[in-house]
């Protein structure tokens, strides 16, 4: 069992940016891939990044390609995504989650934090 809580959510202008941790508690963090997701309202859930167990292999979808960075830290069993350049339109819930096996936005995710919300004014 993994516990993921995800924090450093809020309002920001366009153009600015914010950085979102995913804290994770349990079994060993640095088993799982972990992905960031994201739901607008009206809108299905996206992905955005994933990074592999060790750190050392990172996947983004196209729309956020340049402007957000996946990391993480196995020592502190957190993940953090730094969002650059942000716009309106990456205004949503964003929820970290990881999966043992699986890998990319096809994964399974087997657990999922509750998100924290993301608001990007014009």
């Known amino acids: 069992q993994v516990q993921l809580l995800e924090s450093g959510g809020g309002l920001v202008q366009a153009g600015g940016s914010l950085r979102l941790s995913c804290a994770a508690s349990?079994?060993?963090?640095?088993?799982?891939?972990v992905g960031w997701f994201r739901q607008a309202p009206g809108k299905e859930r996206e992905f955005v990044a994933v990074?592999?167990?060790?750190?050392?292999?990172?996947y983004y979808a196209d729309s956020v390609k340049g402007r957000f960075t996946i990391s993480r830290d196995n020592a502190k069993d957190t993940v953090s995504l730094q969002m650059n350049s942000l716009k309106p339109d990456d205004t949503a819930v964003y929820y970290c989650?990881?999966?043992?096996?699986?890998?990319?936005?096809?994964?399974?995710?087997?657990?999922w934090g509750q998100g924290t919300q993301v608001t990007v004014s014009s």
């Open positions: 990074i592999s167990r060790s750190g050392s292999v990172t």
């Open positions: 989650a990881a999966d043992r096996g699986g890998w990319g936005p096809s994964a399974k995710y087997d657990y």
């Open positions: 349990g079994r060993t963090f640095s088993s799982y891939n």
